[in-house]
Antibody
Framework: QLQLQESGPGLVKPSETLSLTCIVS??????????WGWIRQPPGQGLEWIGN???????YYNPSLKSRVTISVDTSKKQFSLQLSSVTAADTAVYYCARQLSGTYHSDFWGQGTLVTVSS | QSALTQPASVSGSPGQSIAISCTGTSSDVGGYNYVSWYQQYPGKAPKLMIY???KRPSGISDRFSGSKSGNTASLTISGLQAEDEADYYCSSYTSSSSPVVFGGGTKLTVL
C-alpha cells in the first residue's frame, strides 16, 4: 500500500523559507502516470492546492503562490520537497503531500499532514 | 474566496439521502469531466471519495455517488449513516490559472 509521509520543521519565522519533504514508500515515485503534489489547509479553513511535480521534474504551481514556491523531486531517494519563501502568518497551515493522477490531478493517496506555524 | 462554490453546511437524518452541490464555471466544472470529491474528518487527511465526476475508488461505498449538470457537480450520499458526518470538498481540473481548484467545503451533519 502506497504511503506518503511529510517531514520538516513545525515552526518557521516570518520572512524565512518553509521547507518540507514527502517520503514515498510502498510504491514507485517514478511513474509517468502520476504527479506528486502539495496541498495546504489553514486552521479552520478549506483546502488550497499549492502545486505538483512529475518524476521528470515538470511542475505546475498555484499562480497565487508561484513567485514563492519551488517543488523538487529526488527519485533516487523516493521523495519530493516543497520550499515556500518569505513566509508570513498567513502561511500557517497543515501541509499535505499527495499523489495526483496526471492530467486530472485528483489526489488518491495523501500523507497525514504536518502543521507548520509561522511565528517569531 | 474559493473558486468553486459549495454550501457551508447540509444536514440529514440517518437513512435519508442528501446532496452537496459544487458550482463552478465553463473553465472548470462545466468544461471537463474531472470533478473529484473528498471526505475529511477533523484532524485527518482528506480521503478521495469520487473522481472523474462519478467514479468511485476501490473500497468506497456505493452509497456515495457523483453527477454533473452544466457548471454544477453534485455528491449524493444515500442511506445516511452517523459515520458520514464530516467535511466534504469538491475539486476540479481547470484551464485557468492553476490546474486544480477546490471548493470551500461543506460540513455534513447527521441529525
Amino acid at each position: 500500500q502506497l504511503q506518503l509521509q511529510e517531514s520538516g520543521p513545525g515552526l518557521v519565522k516570518p520572512s524565512e523559507t518553509l521547507s518540507l519533504t514527502c517520503i514515498v514508500s510502498g510504491g514507485s515515485i517514478s511513474s509517468g502516470s502520476y504527479y506528486w503534489g502539495w496541498i495546504r489547509q489553514p486552521p479552520g479553513q478549506g483546502l488550497e492546492w499549492i502545486g505538483n511535480i512529475s518524476d521528470s521534474g515538470s511542475t505546475y504551481y498555484n499562480p497565487s503562490l508561484k513567485s514563492r514556491v519551488t517543488i523538487s523531486v529526488d527519485t533516487s531517494k523516493k521523495q519530493f520537497s516543497l520550499q515556500l519563501s518569505s513566509v508570513t502568518a498567513a502561511d500557517t497551515a497543515v501541509y499535505y503531500c499527495a499523489r495526483q493522477l496526471s492530467g486530472t490531478y485528483h489526489s488518491d493517496f495523501w500523507g497525514q499532514g504536518t502543521l507548520v506555524t509561522v511565528s517569531s | 474566496q474559493s473558486a468553486l462554490t459549495q454550501p457551508a453546511s447540509v444536514s440529514g437524518s440517518p437513512g435519508q439521502s442528501i446532496a452537496i452541490s459544487c458550482t463552478g464555471t465553463s473553465s472548470d466544472v462545466g468544461g471537463y469531466n474531472y470533478v473529484s470529491w473528498y471526505q475529511q474528518y477533523p484532524g485527518k487527511a482528506p480521503k478521495l471519495m469520487i473522481y472523474d465526476v462519478s467514479k468511485r475508488p476501490s473500497g468506497i461505498s456505493d452509497r456515495f455517488s457523483g453527477s454533473k449538470s452544466g457548471n454544477t457537480a453534485s455528491l449524493t450520499i444515500s442511506g445516511l449513516q452517523a459515520e458520514d458526518e464530516a467535511d466534504y470538498y469538491c475539486s476540479s481540473y481547470t484551464s485557468s490559472s492553476s490546474p486544480v481548484v477546490f471548493g470551500g467545503g461543506t460540513k455534513l451533519t447527521v441529525l
